[in-house]
């Protein structure tokens, strides 16, 4: 079974979350992965019902998440059921939480993991085109998230995958001397919500890290 | 240890999103902002995944006390975020 990867690459908070996504999970995954323009809902349909997991980083609000340039892909009662039924899947966006991710367990997903609030981080706008290297800013927010994704990869299940992320925001938060960063990693934890099955889990995925990052992201000169 | 300046910007976050309220927390971040993130060669930028929120998806830390002076939407998400308050 393939994964189901949507990596938004748009603005500035989809490029430094993809790029994580990029870096570290893309490489030990299927290449059946959504990225920048592909992130959109036909896409999405056409690969999603194969999936046992879908990953999704992009903008959201309670009732939708969305792909590149804030493309519908997931509205609570505008998609269908059999694109998530049984599978595994991690939003990172921000309030899917609230509204969307109940859907979808209503509508058979095995497990789902999102943010009831706001999904907020400091990131070094001078790496845009090298997300994955800014350790100093976005990692301490965003590696928790690659870690919890790599434990599900790994075949744990889906509330241990959960414990990790949520142990990575506690990690990283009590190490932090920025009041700012700090708040951001508590405000990521508690607002961090997993519905559904927390034994849910999927195949195990080779464990592969790549020794040399991807290539530089291109930016278009009109985007930020 | 708590940062004296950080704690100022925690007590005007904790007001209602008056103009009053919103300026003072604009200075107190810009207080905060001098002492802290942002020596050297990076340019930090406070991001979110919202959609159709009323606030930037990416401010640059040093514009925070502008966006938080003009919109009432933004000092919110400070708000609960810094302050760990309901707006």
């Known amino acids: 079974m393939p994964t189901t990867v949507l990596m938004s690459d748009f603005d500035l908070p989809t490029r430094s979350a993809s790029g994580f996504i990029l870096r570290y999970i893309a490489p030990r995954v299927e290449p059946v992965q959504l990225f920048s323009f592909l992130v959109r809902r036909l896409p999405f349909q056409l690969c999603a019902p194969q999936s046992d ?3 999704g980083v992009g903008h ?3 009732s939708s998440f969305t792909g590149q340039n804030e493309a519908e892909i997931l509205e609570v009662g505008k998609y269908n059921p059999r694109e998530i039924r049984g599978k595994v899947i991690k939003l990172l966006s921000c309030q899917c939480g609230v509204a969307l991710c109940p859907d979808l367990i209503k509508n058979g997903a095995l497990s789902v993991a999102g943010y009831v609030d706001d999904y907020i981080w400091v990131m070094d706008s001078d790496l845009a085109s090298t997300p994955w290297a800014d350790k100093e800013f976005a990692g301490k927010s965003l ?3 690659v870690d919890g994704i790599n434990a599900l990869l790994d075949g744990k299940t889906a509330g241990e995958a959960f414990d990790i992320e949520l142990e990575g925001y506690t990690r990283n938060a009590a190490a932090e001397e920025d009041e700012l960063i700090k708040c951001c990693l508590e405000f990521n934890r508690e607002n961090a919500v997993l519905l559904g099955d927390p034994e849910g889990r999927v195949r195990a995925r080779l464990k592969i890290t790549l020794p040399i990052p991807p290539p530089r992201i291109l930016i278009p000169i009109f985007q930020g | 240890m708590p940062n004296a300046e950080f704690e100022k910007l925690k ?3 904790r007001k209602p999103a008056t103009p009053e309220a919103m300026r003072e ?3 107190a971040f810009a207080q905060y902002r001098k002492v802290s993130l942002g020596k050297g060669n990076s340019r930090p930028t406070l991001v979110n995944l919202g959609k159709g ?3 930037p998806h990416a401010v640059p830390l040093d514009k925070i006390p502008q966006e938080l002076e003009r919109n ?4 919110k998400l400070l708000k609960r975020v810094v302050a760990k308050e309901e707006s």
């Open chain 2, 53 to 55: 929120t009323g606030y």
């Open chain 2, 72 to 75: 009432p939407e933004f000092f």
């Open chain 2, 25 to 27: 927390a604009a200075e």
């Open chain 1, 143 to 145: 590696m928790p998230v």
């Open chain 1, 53 to 55: 997991i879908i990953i």
């Open chain 2, 11 to 13: 007590e005007a976050l």
């Open chain 1, 60 to 62: 959201g609000n309670e």
